[in-house]
């Protein structure tokens, strides 16, 4: 009975994270109290061992500290003056989207979106042109980006945490390079795609500078934590402890100083600004995937694609990507990731050392396929309202014109470099 009502409550969740994309921590939550309730998992045993806290910590403290460091205004100062040094509007655009994406990969990606907003509505007003395609751009950038580190979205730390990735690994893996470079190479070959789009945008432009560097020591802790992840292996080889831990005490500091130094503003004010929707969601997932894998259906799904996959690595690569990339382009990639990574890692054992290669493809997949449509991830969400709000409509077909050419460019690129040097 308990396997029938994990997988009832899966799927429900599923449907209703479509359905109801704006209520996800809830349905979330909801699916797992359900579990609790009705005894399929202890209350303990939920809440102790099927949240990854270490992940919670890293996720929670890295909002912290990006919050502080949007306050700062370091990043908006170097969006004004690196758009105040391009020539043309085509080069400001393309340097604005090149800048959310690097960003990203430190920073939560919906943060990048509302930092760079008003930038890219002063530079739509100075070319005369829509700001629709512009902010578009920068959300598809930033979700492309954010899966270039361990810090930069839920996803990817959801697999570092379950392949005991430190922050270094997604540079350089076992000798190989790691994902990052395929992600850039994948943004690379997308950014041709927006300068193709923007190619009409030749005006000539002047962007007046406005904003002011408030502190750089928001910027020092998100230094700090970099550096700390990076030797966080030599600590937490088993990543159960150490990430979650010290993001969270610079988090701690950062309060600290944001309260009784630096004075910015109201405390909880800052707090309330937080992506607590995401932060009770990851909560939830966590529980109700963690029913269905105790449940044996994980299990079941792994047999089932060996059997058609059989042997061939290139084929199950294909199909996983493939998958992963349709699925995240209607609902959020979380649910997906945590349900798919343990079936990925039956069948690349079954496949003899096809693990790595197969766990990229699935993180390439799930975090790219957010780019098709404005429903696929959170930063194209927020994107539309914040153009709604200024009076323009986006339709479902503008999005998909910018959003399908981006997304399988950076796909192909990044996928074929994963397979050239974790396949062969």
Known sequence: MDKWISLAVFTACYVLFIVLPNRRSWVACGGAI????????????????????????????TLILAEMFMHSRVPAVIAEWLVDKMSTGRGAILILCTLSGIISAFVENVAVVLLMAPVA???????????????????????????ATMIGDPPSMILAGYMHMGFLDFFIYHGRPGIFFAVEIGAIASLFVLFFIFRKEKQQITVLCVEKIL???????????????????????????????????????GVIWFRFIAKWGSLRKMFWELDWDTTFFLIGVFVVVGGLSDSGWLDVTAVFLSRILGSNVLLAFIVIVFLSVVLSAFVDNVPFLLAMIPV??????????????????????????????????????????????NGYTVTFRQFLRIGIPFTVAAVLAACIFVWLTWGV
């Not at 910027?219 to 600590?235: D, H, N, P, R, Y």
């Not at 039956?346 to 098709?372: D, H, R």
């Open 215 to 253: 502190s750089l020591f928001p910027s020092v802790l998100l230094i700090g934590l970099i550096l700390a992840l990076s030797v966080a292996t030599l600590f937490d080889s088993e990543f159960r402890w150490f990430a979650g831990t010290i993001t969270m005490v610079l988090a701690l500091i």
């Open 344 to 389: 990925v890692q039956k069948l690349g054992n079954q496949m003899q050392g096809a693990v790595v290669v197969l766990m990229f493809g699935l993180l390439i997949g799930s975090c790219l396929g957010g780019n098709i449509t404005p429903i696929g991830a959170s930063a194209n969400v927020v994107t539309i309202g914040l153009l709604k709000k």
């Open 121 to 147: 509505f002063s530079v739509a007003e100075k070319l005369k042109t829509n700001p629709v395609p512009i902010l578009i751009g920068i959300a598809i950038s930033s979700n492309l980006q954010g899966t």
């Open 34 to 61: 359900i579990l609790i309730i009705s005894g399929v998992l202890p209350w303990d045993e939920a809440l102790v061992e099927k949240i990854n806290w270490n992940v919670m910590g890293l996720f929670f403290g």
